[in-house]
């Protein structure tokens, strides 16, 4: 059960300046630790507009973010806190702009799903989020709608997080904003600030 605290954070190794990506430093359960990567790029999905695709791993010897790879955190929690603060960070300085999570998986949707249900009163200070199935239109003559290829077309549908929405029913894909009807307790510059992040 991941528990988020925005202000327990691990210090940034490297962040740019547009907020694309980030690198920290996180210990690892059988000693050691290991260099994690963040990076938010565009889904560029006009089904979801304004929609940045957010990924996290560690990086392969080209540098690109291994998301399929099993890493074992001496504390998730403080993992998760700063990959979160880093999101906080992107959305306030793109405040027209949603971020999604990716469940592709059934653990990693759970993993997301328990996420967003055991911290919801503390990320409501921040975020408004909202789930994302993929449905088949099914047209009047009894055939599926199809692209232009003639392959079958998927179209999401975006609700507010159901939260009791049964875990046997897990989101396709995870978005979240910034809250825009409630006040945050803490600025984004002091939580920045306090934790002395380094900008290149």
């Keep these: 059960m991941i528990r988020v605290n925005l202000e327990d954070t691990f210090e940034q190794e490297e962040l740019s300046k547009d907020f694309s990506f980030m690198t920290f430093y996180a210990p690892l359960k059988e000693g ?12 560029n999905d006009p089904m979801l507009p304004n929609t ?5 791993g560690p990086m392969d010897d080209a540098g ?18 700063t990959i979160l603060l880093f999101c906080l960070l992107f959305l306030r300085n793109n405040a027209d702009f949603q971020i999604g999570l990716d469940g592709s998986d059934d653990p990693r949707a759970y993993l997301y799903h328990r996420m967003f249900i055991t911290n919801k009163d503390y990320l409501d200070e921040y975020f408004e989020t909202f789930g994302v199935d993929w449905y ?3 047209l009047r003559n009894g055939d599926f709608e199809t692209d232009e290829n ?3 077309f998927l179209k999401p549908k975006s609700e507010n997080f159901n939260y009791r929405r049964s875990l046997k029913d ?3 894909y995870y978005v979240f904003r910034l809250s825009r009807d409630k006040t945050e307790k803490r600025t984004i510059n002091l939580l920045y600030e306090s934790n002395r992040r380094k900008k290149t």
């Design 32 to 43: 050691g630790e290991v260099l994690l990567k963040v990076s938010i790029e565009a889904l």
């Design 52 to 56: 940045y695709n957010l990924a996290f």
């Design 64 to 81: 690109n973010i291994d998301d399929t790879a099993r890493v074992f955190h001496d504390n998730p929690d403080k993992v998760f806190s």
């Design 170 to 172: 897990l989101y396709r």
């Design 150 to 152: 003639g392959q079958i």
């Design 136 to 138: 088949l239109r099914q």
